[in-house]
């Protein structure tokens, strides 16, 4: 299984970026995908899961409205469009395959090598 994150960069406040994470080695559409960020000092925290269709989506508050997870199965590859970014949004972003319950949230067993998002305040 691999999953190779990309997009990420320096962007002033307010911009825009998407991430995009490729997946090889099993069955992309099979699994639920998702991107979680972490932070200097801080602790890995989840920011928006797809279900296997593309049909469900789930977003942490802090992102709802701004951020947009979508996939391709065809492309085996997960994206994560990021408006209105704030500097807080500053953060190394991993996308991960895994599975997915109200009760525990995105629980992932792959993790990409992450890509870093910083934003200029």
């Known amino acids: 299984v691999q999953l190779q994150a990309s997009g990420g960069g320096l962007v002033q406040t307010g911009g825009s970026l998407r991430l995009s994470c490729a997946a090889s080695?099993?069955?992309?559409?099979?699994?639920?995908m998702g991107w979680f960020r972490q932070a200097p000092g801080k602790e890995r925290e989840f920011v928006a899961a797809i279900g296997r269709s593309g049909g469900s989506t789930y977003y942490a508050d802090s992102v709802k409205g701004r951020f947009t997870i979508s996939r391709d199965n065809a492309k085996n590859t997960v994206y994560l469009q990021m408006n209105s970014l704030k500097h807080e949004d500053t953060a190394v972003y991993y996308c991960t395959r895994g599975t997915y319950s109200d009760s525990f949230g995105l629980r992932g067993d792959y993790w990409g090598k992450g890509t870093q998002v910083t934003v200029s305040s």
């Open positions: 080695g099993y069955f992309f559409s099979g699994y639920v």
